[in-house]
Structure formats: structure tokens, C-alpha cells
């Protein structure tokens, strides 16, 4: 699976970015898809995710100002962010996981969740400050 993220930048408090994610090459019929990002000096932190059934689950750092989407038809996945933070900033990732459902993150610290997707794109920087 082949992963490209576009829509990061430079954006002020409380502003809002698109990022997209275009996949391609799939292996298998279905998968799990979301969201992974890097501060720096920091570890890997799951944002958001969505399974095949269009079921989301939000790290609660990002409930209510955090979108996912996809579009099955272009095999595209959104990340709408919105009233963005300063810690917000990051290296923003598109990940991948094989299977139809992400309940395998459902629960589980964020922090922890990089370890579940086997395919990763190569990040888009989002920088939120004055």
C-alpha cells in the first residue's frame, strides 16, 4: 500500500486545515485507515481512525475539533481539523492497517496506536502558531 499526504502548512490558532491522503496499490480487500502524528521530541500518537464501515474512533485530544473521512471511490482520506491548537503541531501521517475494522485501537492509549498499521506515508508538517 502506497500512502501521500498533502494539505499540511502553517495555520494560526484556532484556524483549520484539510490534509488529504491518497492510497494506492492495495494488497487486500479491505482496510483499516486513520491518522497518526509526531510533535517533535515526542513519540508517534494515534489522531483519528476509520474502518470500512465508515465507523470513526478520536483520540480525545482531538473529540469535537477533528474530522475523518474518506472517499471509497478515489481511495482518499481526509482529516478536517479544526479550532487548531499549538499542539497541534506535527509531522501529520496517513497509516494503514489491514482488515475491515479498527477496533483494535478502541480503548487503547494513543500512544500505542502507531504499533497497529503496518503501512505509513511519509508526513505532511502542520505548524499552528502566531
Known amino acids: 500500500v502506497r500512502l501521500v499526504e498533502s494539505g499540511g502548512g502553517s495555520v494560526q490558532p484556532g484556524g483549520s486545515q484539510l490534509l488529504s491522503c491518497v492510497a494506492s496499490?492495495?494488497?487486500?480487500?479491505?482496510?483499516?485507515m486513520g491518522w497518526l502524528r509526531q510533535a517533535p521530541g515526542a513519540e508517534h500518537e494515534g489522531v483519528a481512525v476509520?474502518?470500512?464501515?465508515?465507523?470513526?474512533i478520536y483520540a480525545d485530544s482531538v473529540k469535537g475539533r477533528f474530522t475523518v473521512s474518506k472517499d471509497k471511490d478515489k481511495n482518499i482520506l481526509y482529516l478536517q481539523m479544526n479550532s487548531l491548537k499549538p499542539d497541534d503541531t506535527a509531522t501529520y501521517y496517513c497509516?494503514?492497517?489491514?482488515?475491515?475494522?479498527?477496533?483494535?485501537?478502541?480503548?487503547?492509549?494513543?500512544?500505542?496506536?502507531?504499533?497497529?498499521?503496518?503501512?505509513r506515508g511519509q508526513g505532511t508538517q502542520v505548524t499552528v502558531s502566531l
Open positions: 496499490g492495495y494488497a487486500y480487500d479491505s482496510y483499516c
Open positions: 476509520i474502518g470500512d464501515d465508515d465507523s470513526t
Open positions: 497509516a494503514a492497517s489491514r482488515g475491515p475494522s479498527c477496533s483494535a485501537v478502541a480503548g487503547l492509549n494513543p500512544i500505542f496506536w502507531s504499533a497497529r498499521f503496518g503501512y
